[in-house]
């Protein structure tokens, strides 16, 4: 999969080194301080989606889930599979909507996360990405989608994506929402470009 190709992509491979850096200076507990208390405890089988460099998905596995790492630029991977050398974390090359790669392995997850990847999906995609999550996700599940809100770097496609229209759209393929809520980018550069974050958390 070239990720040239792939919705969303758009721009992060041209400025892979200095984002490596940054993604990678981002604590997970930092970032999902609004959500943490809703992720599951017990060990399960974990997605992330939009994996970026896996700093997210390490953590996850370094509590003793089994995580699956998705994303489709190839310098993240590589990136994320040098720092994040772990037993159970995979990396695949795959991507929203269609999710084709991990789709095909026909598993379920306890905990699926998608974060700082969902506005960049045009409205078509998001309708037919949310239902291939949902097919995803195990019976009491979670599902978890971060929304940035403010403008948009140079060269990416983010589309104006708001957490009303997110949640309507995961009840309608069966998800329940459990947490709505806004944050304050934690990233200094975001503040003062006034970029803000919404956080919804679901339960299949």
Do not use: C
């Not at 699956?68 to 991507?95: C, K, T, Y």
């Amino acid at each position: 999969m070239d990720s040239s190709t792939v919705p969303g992509a758009e721009g992060y491979a041209d400025h892979a080194e200095r984002l490596i850096a940054r993604y990678e200076s981002v604590a997970f507990l930092d970032k999902y301080r609004p959500v943490a208390h809703l992720l599951p405890t017990r060990s399960g089988a974990v997605l992330d989606i939009g994996a970026g460099t896996g700093g997210d998905a390490a953590w996850l596995a370094s509590l003793g889930h089994t995580v699956i790492a998705l994303e489709p630029v190839a310098a993240f991977r590589a990136a994320g599979m040098q720092a994040h050398a772990l037993a159970n974390l995979e990396w695949i090359n795959d991507s929203l909507p269609a999710l084709s790669t991990i789709g095909a392995r026909h598993t379920r997850y306890d905990l699926i996360v998608v974060a700082a990847v969902w506005m960049h999906l045009a409205a078509e995609e998001r309708m037919e990405a949310m239902g291939n999550i949902s097919a995803l996700l195990k019976p009491g599940a979670v599902l978890v989608i971060s929304l940035r809100h403010g403008p948009p770097p140079e060269g990416r496609r983010i589309f104006d994506v708001s957490a009303g229209e997110t949640a309507d759209l995961a009840m309608r393929h069966g998800l329940k929402v459990i947490l709505s809520t806004q944050a304050p980018s934690i990233q200094p550069q975001n503040r003062q470009a006034g970029v803000s974050w919404s956080w919804l958390v679901f339960e299949k």
